[in-house]
């Protein structure tokens, strides 16, 4: 079996080794990134070294003891993402490189980011050093296309295939009258009907930020209220301020270890909203998730992986969470799944990574069939 060091999104095993979920908790860092680092880890089949993408290492020293430098990527490609840093260190690494899942980030699939001088050197670097680029859809393949690398594969993103089946499939239920719901928590400004209705039917409230609206103390409270945050985002909801504050306060639950969040999820039936990989958590639970897309980043993913989605502007047709529930059509995502798996084995494959996941015949062309299942 050969040794892999893997460098970006962490694992849960990472994040509650030693006082990483300190480190992770006083940064703010985002817990949705936890899975594409445990998804990676699965499919290589056995506990490799890990360290944060913003963390340094000595290269020489990676050099000699790993066989391949592995980097579980998330939307590196957007404006104002230093990679200086990461520069210096590819730099010095004579081992494989193989990115898995890079995506991009705008403000829509219309929209173009600005590629700096760095980030341009740095995805030069990936393509010269890797067999192929994974990355996360079409988008993100024509953005690169367009700078020269040609040496890419869409893969979407791991956590898909976190479950390690090639027969996963959703079977979506009709929703109990009684049914509990989970509302994955963002703080976009047009999210606010989306709170409302969750605020309304009591749903589970699921954040990936452990900020500072967890457990508020009393003398905190009025500050929250009279906020700018709070002014941006809350002040435009239906209900009372006390009733919001309420809400968040002791509704709000944030994750870090894997069966805590699993467990969490055991009796919902319906998860919704903007957190991409907080929807694939529930997903991944065989619990069917409604993804509401807002950026370049969650359409590219709900597009190629077939994900049922609606944008953001639709949100305010929808008087309750019955009919978003409605709207979690998994059809065309179980027709494309076995298609979408055997892909991502044959890109792993293709880069020379050691992994436990099977697939079963022959891959057809992907880009064909996914253009078949509009």
């Known amino acids: ?143 690169l296309n367009s700078l020269g690398i040609k040496n890419v594969d869409v893969i979407g993103c791991p956590s898909n295939f976190l479950n390690c089946d090639i027969d996963f499939k959703i079977d979506k239920k009709k929703l109990p009258e009684k049914f509990r719901s989970a509302y994955y928590l963002n703080d976009h400004h047009d999210s606010i009907h989306l709170f409302d209705l969750a605020l309304k039917e009591g749903s589970d409230l699921m954040a990936q930020h452990h900020n500072a609206t967890l457990c508020l103390k009393d003398d905190e409270i009025t500050n929250f209220a009279n906020s700018s945050y709070f002014e941006l985002i809350y002040s435009k909801s239906k209900f009372k301020t006390k009733k919001v504050i309420d809400f968040i306060n002791y509704r709000i639950q944030v994750f870090y270890e894997i069966n805590a969040w699993q467990n969490a999820l055991s009796n919902i039936d319906f998860a919704f909203g903007m957190r991409f990989h907080g929807n694939m958590m529930a997903l991944q639970q065989r619990i069917p998730a409604l993804w509401v897309t807002h950026d370049s980043r969650t359409i590219e993913l709900a597009e190629f992986l077939k994900l049922p989605s609606i944008n953001i502007s639709e949100v305010k047709m929808f008087k309750n969470l019955k009919q978003l529930y409605k709207k979690a059509d998994y059809s065309k995502y179980n027709q494309i799944y076995p298609q979408l798996f055997t892909n991502y084995v ?26 078949i299942i509009v």
């Open 1 to 143: 079996m050969k040794n892999y060091l893997l460098w970006g999104a962490v694992s849960f095993n990472k994040a509650i080794k030693g006082d990483s979920k300190a480190k992770f908790i006083a940064r703010n860092a985002n817990s949705g990134n936890l899975i594409i680092g445990h998804a990676v880890q699965n499919h290589l089949g056995n506990l490799h070294d890990e360290i944060e993408f913003r963390e340094d290492f000595n290269p020489q020293m990676v050099n000699e003891k790993y066989d391949a430098l592995i980097i579980p990527a998330a939307n590196y490609i957007r404006e104002m993402f230093s990679v200086q840093a990461q520069i210096k260190l590819l730099e010095k690494i004579k081992i494989p490189v193989i990115c898995i899942g890079l995506g991009t980030q705008a403000a829509s699939l219309s929209d173009k980011v600005k590629i700096t001088p760095d980030l341009l050197r740095f995805l030069q670097i990936l393509s010269t050093k890797s067999t192929t680029i994974g990355v996360r859809g079409f988008y993100t393949a024509e953005l």
């Open 346 to 371: 044959d890109f792993l494959a293709k880069n020379g990574i050691d992994h436990v996941l099977k697939k079963c015949g022959k891959i057809d062309s992907l880009k064909k069939k996914l253009t």
